[in-house]
């Protein structure tokens, strides 16, 4: 068995080296060395890998290929998938990333059960062993033995964030590690807010770009720019509905602002709140029956008129407060399963992270940073939550596990990076 889970760990600094992360999905275990051998290629973006098991193993390559080590690729990498309970083969060492090449080649060695396997990188890659070592390459592990965990892996996610690095706002889109970082608006005004269409290919923004702020999409490689409302007042913060069809906005057109609800294409306009106070922040639920915002339209006893959080139906019924905070409450985000609503609270005296059950029971604070964080998204797989925050001195893009740990921090410079969305999941 040791052999076999070096033929694993061989296959992902493979794929480290590499640096590919596949469209291509694969849910099943193959059930020949052909199938088994095309997928490892097809990861790595790669037809010339056909030698791998033959550069590990020698003459012991066929029988490597023949035995089924999905368990072994459980064990070795459930580091990897943060699935530790998937762990098979051996105690696992500390879970968390290592930072440099020895804490990596003693977790390989950890995993394998054996401390002789210092020559693995060399093995499989000769002179470039140091290289594939420094990478950081979990995105690979994912990507290339996700099927051994039973998830789909797609083309990576994608960000699509603010920043003022050109000298104002802008909307630019990266991957979801920080890396591909690509501007999509360019002009002399402040564009913001950005919010992805469901199939991933258009964002909703807004923009003053015709001298008040009106909604625009914009296709998500830039192109095809096109302004859907066209009046005198402010209309703001787009929220694009699960289905596509609709897109909510925030609009000062009644003389305060409310949440307002039009097609797609910008036709159709229907006013969903009418309240004496502010209605802002609306959100869909995944399941686009409701949509959560923000209002200070109750006051709290004391003649405060704090920012809580409200769901209400679709069609504009059934407004109900789920937050009851003497700070203000906004941002809020549903999780992908709709259990849950992620937001920003300065409740405890500073804006922190916090996230509740979407009946707004079970409130729980995930940050405690000096600085300001503001949610903004989750990661259409539930697992991460992408805010904004000024911890580190200006505001930067950073990404948690929704219980507040991991958190990692994506862009770096003297900018102010915010408003993060992710990408929705590949069709």
């Known amino acids: 068995m040791r052999k076999l889970r070096m033929t694993c760990a061989a296959v992902v600094l493979a794929a480290a080296a590499i640096a590919a992360f596949s469209t291509v999905v694969f849910a ?12 490892v290629e097809t990861h790595l973006g790669n037809d010339g890998n056909v030698g791998i098991y033959q550069r590990v193993f020698g ?24 699935e530790a309970d998937l762990a098979t083969q ?18 390989v060695e950890a995993h394998l059960g054996n401390e002789h396997n210092v020559a693995i990188y060399q093995r499989v890659f000769g002179d470039q062993a140091e290289m594939a070592c420094r990478s950081d390459h979990r995105a690979d592990v994912r990507g290339v033995f ?68 009106e909604i625009y999409v914009i296709g998500a490689d830039g192109m095809g720019e096109t ?11 787009p929220a694009w509905s699960p ?17 307002f609800v039009m097609n797609a294409d910008g036709t159709g306009v229907r006013q969903l709140t009418d309240s004496d106070g502010r209605d802002l922040h609306p959100a869909w639920s995944p399941d686009g029956t409701r949509l959560a915002f923000i ?17 209400i139906n679709s069609d504009g019924t ?62 259409p797989d539930g697992r991460y939550l992408a805010f904004s925050s000024n911890r580190d001195g200006d505001w930067e893009i950073y990404v948690m596990k929704p219980d507040g740990t991991r958190v990692t921090q994506v862009t770096d410079n003297p900018a102010s990076d915010v408003n993060p969305a992710w990408s929705p999941a590949a069709p």
């Open 59 to 82: 003459d012991q390559a066929e029988q490597a290929c023949q035995d089924d080590h999905r368990d072994d690729v459980r064990g070795v990498f459930a580091w990897a998938f943060d």
């Open 318 to 379: 059934n407004v109900t407060r789920l937050t009851h905070s003497d700070g203000s409450d906004a941002s809020p985000a549903w999780s992908p399963d709709g259990n849950r609503i992620a937001f920003t609270s300065n409740r405890d005296g500073d804006h922190d992270i916090y996230v509740m059950n979407s009946d707004g029971t079970n409130v729980t604070r995930l940050t405690h940073s000096d600085g300001w964080d503001v949610l903004r998204t989750w990661s």
């Open 28 to 39: 099943q275990w193959p059930t020949t060395c052909v199938e088994l051998n095309d997928i």
């Open 243 to 259: 289905n596509g069809a609709h897109i909510a906005f925030v609009s000062d057109r009644d003389g305060d602002r409310e949440i």
């Open 146 to 213: 996700a099927w051994a965990f039973g998830h789909l892996v797609s083309q990576p996610s994608r960000l699509a964030f603010v920043s003022n690095r050109d000298g104002d706002f802008e909307i630019y889109v990266m991957n979801a590690d920080g890396s591909e970082e690509t501007q999509l608006t360019d002009n002399d005004v402040s564009d913001g807010w950005p919010t992805w269409a469901p199939d991933g290919r258009r964002l909703a923004y807004h923009s003053p770009l015709d001298g008040d702020y």
């Open 227 to 237: 302004q859907l409302t066209h009046n005198e007042y402010l209309d703001l913060r």
């Open 90 to 107: 051996t105690d696992l060492p500390d879970l968390a990333w290592p930072t440099d090449c020895v804490e990596l080649n003693d977790i």
């Open 295 to 311: 209002s200070d339209r109750d006051g709290d006893g004391d003649g405060d008129r704090e920012l809580e959080i409200y769901v």
